[in-house]
């Protein structure tokens, strides 16, 4: 069974600041994909990032990108020039491929002037 | 394109009334997923519909809870003689493609539902 672990239940950072979210997981697929969600006030799901397994190139999107370790197990987050707007619940999740997403249990940041 | 819509937002049902719970796929989706989150957890898997299938239920509670997804109209995921611990967020999302989860999901925005 795959395991998704968060280990930083709170995070804060100053506004413009970068911060680092940390993800690890725990699987004996070769082929998978992770996933980064956001989680607003508004409860909204937001998909704010993908990795594919077999891709050794970190993912980027804008602001956001991740640091995948394969070996490691580990598929951090990492926020550039955070801003107010950043302020959420992060998700980390993994699936390898059919109909389940697994996540972890998430952290919670605060952007702060 | 609307979206997952779900509703309602927000449902509050006394100890052992039902609660019925509404998913409307996106257009052109026929692939639909349940999820719970209960307080200061992520989200977990209940269920995969298909129209008119269930494909897996391997996350549901073997007692009280059932979904349906029919050929006309939304999916419900429906709890019968709800208790205190099925006070949680449930998500709803949806795919066109079965097994989709390679790309994630797009998810709706939710029903809390709170038993009192």
């Known amino acids: 069974a795959q395991t998704v672990t968060q280990s930083q239940p709170e995070m804060s950072v100053q506004e413009a600041e970068t911060v680092t979210l940390s993800c690890t997981y725990d699987?004996?697929?070769?082929?998978?994909?992770l996933f980064w969600y956001k989680q607003p006030p508004s409860r909204q799901m937001i998909l704010v990032i993908r990795q594919e397994a077999y891709k050794q190139q970190n993912a980027t999107e804008n602001r956001f990108s991740v640091n995948f370790q394969k070996a490691a197990k580990s598929f951090s987050l990492k926020i550039s020039d955070s801003q107010l707007g950043d302020t959420a619940m992060y998700f980390c999740a993994f699936t390898g491929g059919g109909n389940k997403l697994t996540f972890g249990t998430g952290t919670q940041l605060k952007v702060e002037l | 394109n609307a979206g997952v819509m779900q509703n309602p937002r927000h449902l509050v049902r006394r100890r052992g009334q039902e609660a019925r719970l509404r998913c409307s796929p996106m257009k052109g989706h026929s692939h639909v997923y349940w999820y719970r989150q209960l307080p200061e957890e992520g989200l977990k898997f209940m269920v995969y519909?298909?129209?008119?299938?269930?494909?897996?239920e391997s996350g549901m509670p073997k007692e009280r809870f059932s979904a349906e997804f029919p050929k006309e109209g939304p999916s419900i995921l429906r709890i019968q003689q709800v208790v205190r611990g099925d006070s949680a967020a449930y998500f709803c999302?949806?795919?066109?493609?079965?097994?989709?989860?390679?790309?994630?999901?797009?998810f709706g925005s939710g029903t809390r539902l709170t038993v009192v």
């Open positions: 519909l298909q129209k008119e299938n269930i494909i897996d």
């Open positions: 699987t004996s697929e070769n082929n998978y994909y």
């Open positions: 999302a949806s795919s066109s493609q079965q097994g989709n989860s390679n790309y994630g999901y797009t």
